[in-house]
């Protein structure tokens, strides 16, 4: 059987810096890719080869993206997945599968598959009412974490339940009972990590080494790898991961967000069904990056070789404090003097504060070492407007 | 002082495959990127800001580009050099300069050029008649190489001149007369050689590992990195590489071909001042790739670690004999199985014998390991039409 892949056409809804990692992928294997975004300046604008600008609720954009592709993938998971199971059902391929991003579009429905499938997972229930997070208040004691079901990023959507008598406030503060939430105990962990994982077509599954996450403010501030925890955790956070993607039938890049306790077992927190930004450090520190693989995948081909090259440090650069409007970026030739040292700038026109705008890599021969010169780098970069 | 990178306008003259590797990077870094190619289909088509459809000899479109970005850059030699100068002496900046193309354009000042500083090349002279052709059978003995002085790649534009009597047939294939020619000594080398180097705008200068060349028919189709010859002899093909940049005020990317002899003495050959086939190994196998410092030298920034990750072996994948046309691509996935393979694919819609399409990498502990991976590779990827 012959596969003629450079007449693949690709669709990707959305068309920010996911959507533009993947594309620069896309392009270097010569597939003709398809946007779907609203922004007319998305940072995948100038580098696809068509850019449909629309909404991402609008069903007639999504057919027509359809039409002119042979596969959809998406760059982000709070898309209208019934629209997707409808150009399923007409025969278009969509991956990841929508019956799976449906599932994990909702964390309440997502978090009773893996228990189901005997992951370990934080101890979780629906909340209904106030009535509710009380209820969860005594079972887990303060504070408890309080979810919106659907819809959260970056921290958004979720509450820390401080007491009895915060939980007005946190109710108010998701929705005053306007949108689903679920309740979560809080975990003591000693470090939080994702483990990205990608499942082609025929079944195999590839994971990534274990990276160390660190947040400030809920926004991913830094990924190093390989993480500082022992082997047998290590092992068994890959384990979770592909057994992830198995429960899941996912197709493409997964990203598992995990918590590693103070005696070295993971639990699961949440799932992407993307590349992510804790995988970013894979394009310049691992054999294959989560890109190539996440397009590899969608469109049929093996999986690539996820080895790490040589340790590795991503850090992210965000739109200043005090900064909006037209992005102005400064420090690249400081930064880029540093050995080692490789900054990717979204293109985003417009900055604002906490805006991701770009990121940086340092590959060394040792964490310690590529993270002091990441830091240096960091303080160089400014996006101001 | 503040620089303003992502403001800064790329312009790149040339479409085709080492155009659109340049770009990829410019993008990855977030430059804006006009490019003047006459094809409007041609690689660079979907993924820069801005295509000038105009011939390389439209000195108008030549200003338009200069008008709309900051600097210009250009994916191939043989450009109107004269043109560039006029932009230069507007005040535009070209990097490489036009003055340094200038003297490369032409083989013979090229070589003059080297010769004057002191740097090893094959015993050249210029030819103006078949008289001249007489003589340097005389001093050279046959056979021996004529070129014309301008306008010649991939073996195009030499000749080999067997004997006495294959004097008129030579002159005849060069343009009888019509064209500039040169002759060369005819060197007998164990091994081709090409050294990749980048100069700053501040004059720094970062050589790439050796790498060792075979061609078939004139074009280039393996590079084997690192190259299996004596340290002493890398060292001293590095170092005249260093110079050449330095005698020519060289910016950006620069290809310097080299003899290796059997004495392991080193002939630079011929100057390329851009990236080259030679060096696409570096994407996969360097830190930073040639692209990305072309891109960084040009805009003004410092250049990246040219250093090896691992052995890498290139293979460039060409147009199959007997298909012209729509281009047809298989066998990526049994390629893209094998461990440690990456494909580049550049996207042109027609193919036709021998024309570059694509090329693969592959990166291993060994440079024996990598080039069997390679050829498997190879032997499975087929351009039809």
Redesign the interface.
Known sequence: M??????KKIGIIGGGQLG?MML?EA???????VVLDPSEQCPCH????EHIVASFDDEQAFQLLAEKTDVITYEFEHINAKALEKLEAQGYKVYPTPASLEIIQDKLTQKETLLKAGLPVPEFMPVKSKEDMAKAGEIYGYPYMLKARTGGYDGKGNAVVKSYDHIDEAYRELGNGTIKLMAEKMIKFKMETSILACRSLNGDIAVYPVGDNIHIDSILHKTKVPANIPDEASKSAMKAASKVMEIFDGIGMFCVEMFVTNDNKILVNEIAPRPHNSGHYTI?GC??SQF?NHI?AVV???L??TSL??PTVMINILGEEGYSGK???????KA??L?????????KTETKPKRKM?HITV?SNSVLKAEAIADEAFNYIKIRS
Chains 1, 2 share one sequence.
């Open positions: 012959e596969n003629y892949f450079l007449n533009q620069l392009k270097k294997m010569g597939f003709y890719a100038s580098i696809c080869d310049e054999i294959t190539e590899r049929g081909l093996p690539g070789d090259i040589s992005a102005l970026v400064s420090g690249l030739d880029l003097a050995k080692g040292t490789t900054v990717h700038i979204y293109g770009g590959t």
